[in-house]
């Protein structure tokens, strides 16, 4: 058995686990059907007051004018990009080199729709204005993720963004966020869903990662917009024939999990504080800017493994269940703070980070 298995079998042993919602198990979905009677009609092809109302619902929340459900955001960002393309009847738009359709999409946006990528910034950093601003490719549509996943989940300041999007305005470029994690990044900028994207022309939100639905998608934008993602989307394959399992669980966890974003947010400052205190460990960003975060550990991934793994078997608590290796000396993992936080107990927390940090320490010794 390899050390990546021996972590990830420690991790599923652990009473307590610090990230997250919980496993991903049927009850997700048995707990958000519970109060559903069962003789409800479901949705048949994209139509149906199920989905009709859901998608009503969000368009509402994010203040667009309408918004449409998708089986996945991979999916809908790719159509929004396509279509945002053919308006301008250019194939080029620009985005951040470490953006979800450019690392983890197997190049669809260029196999699919033969669109051509401008990459902003370098990988290391956020997208400022002067990139923009900079760019010598005429392009369609600018992307901007919110918070940037892959540097561990970084925000530009709020000006920023409102002079990217006041640019882009005055130049007929469209601005289309990716915001798988919009929810989660409000509480930092302090502003409503309706204020933050209203500086875009289109939006993308993911209903399983915060609010820990089962799977899916919104795309919103204005009427004319949405009629033409819904085209895509039956191309796509996208309309099944009934999406309720997803559309119910991603409203009964909206309605349940919205209000604790805040909750979350602070609680990820808290424990990146702790992770801060210990020996050769950083977090980024410093401090979060929302629930999310990377911690990054000053040696190699089978060493930090193999510390991991003890403290799992001594504490009952689960940190990850994998690290990535950045280079021989060097490793991080993803935190992503939901409801397991909160119930941990005190005294194990404590323990489990006077344990990294003597760890830690006899390593480099």
């Given at each position: 058995m390899s050390e990546k298995n021996l972590l990830f079998e420690a991790f599923k042993q652990t009473k307590y686990q610090v990230a997250g919602h919980g496993k991903r198990e049927v009850h997700i979905l048995k707990e958000a059907l519970q109060e559903f009677d069962g003789q409800q009609e479901s949705d048949i092809y994209g139509k149906g007051k199920i989905i009709e109302d859901f998608q009503v619902k969000m368009a509402t929340y994010l203040g667009k004018e309408t918004a449409v459900f998708f089986p996945s955001g991979t999916m809908a960002q790719q159509i929004a990009l396509r279509i945002w393309c053919d308006k301008k009847d250019l194939r080029k738009v620009a985005y951040h080199p470490l953006c979800?359709?450019?690392?983890?999409?197997?190049?669809?946006?260029?196999?699919?729709?033969?669109?051509?990528p401008v990459l902003l910034a370098n990988k290391n950093r956020l997208i400022e204005l002067d990139d923009v601003l900079s760019m010598e490719d005429e392009v369609?549509?600018?992307?901007?993720?919110?918070?940037?996943?892959?540097?561990?989940?970084?925000?530009?300041?709020?000006?920023?963004i409102e002079n990217i999007s006041e640019y882009c305005c005055n130049k007929g470029i469209k601005l289309h966020l990716d915001g798988a994690r919009l929810f989660e990044i409000l509480p930092y900028y302090k502003k409503s869903a309706v204020e933050v994207c209203s500086l875009f022309d289109s939006v993308y939100v993911s209903l399983y990662k915060g609010i820990g639905g089962i799977a899916g998608a919104i795309l919103a934008g204005d009427r004319d917009f949405t009629e033409k993602s819904k085209v895509w989307k039956r191309r796509h394959g996208g309309d099944l024939i009934s999406l309720y399992p997803y559309i119910i669980s991603a409203d009964y966890y909206f309605d349940q999990r919205l209000e604790k974003m805040e909750q979350y947010y602070v609680e990820a400052k808290?424990?990146?504080?702790?992770?801060?205190?210990?020996?050769?460990?950083?977090?980024?960003?410093?401090?979060?800017?929302s629930n999310m975060f990377h911690v990054h550990f000053h040696t190699s991934k089978e060493q930090l493994e193999a510390v991991l793994v003890g403290i799992y078997e001594a504490t009952e608590v689960g940190l990850t269940s994998y690290i990535r290796a950045t280079s021989e000396e060097a490793c991080y993992y993803e935190v992503s703070i939901g409801d397991l936080y909160a119930a941990l107990p005190k005294e194990k927390v404590k323990q489990v980070f006077l344990m990294l940090d003597q760890r830690m320490r006899e390593l480099k010794n």
């Open positions: 979800h359709l450019e690392i983890h999409e197997e190049d669809g946006l260029k196999e699919l729709h033969q669109i051509e369609a549509c600018i992307l901007l993720e919110l918070p940037q996943r892959e540097i561990g989940g970084q925000l530009p300041d709020y000006e920023t808290e424990l990146a504080q702790m992770f801060n205190s210990c020996h050769a460990v950083s977090t980024m960003p410093l401090e979060p800017v």
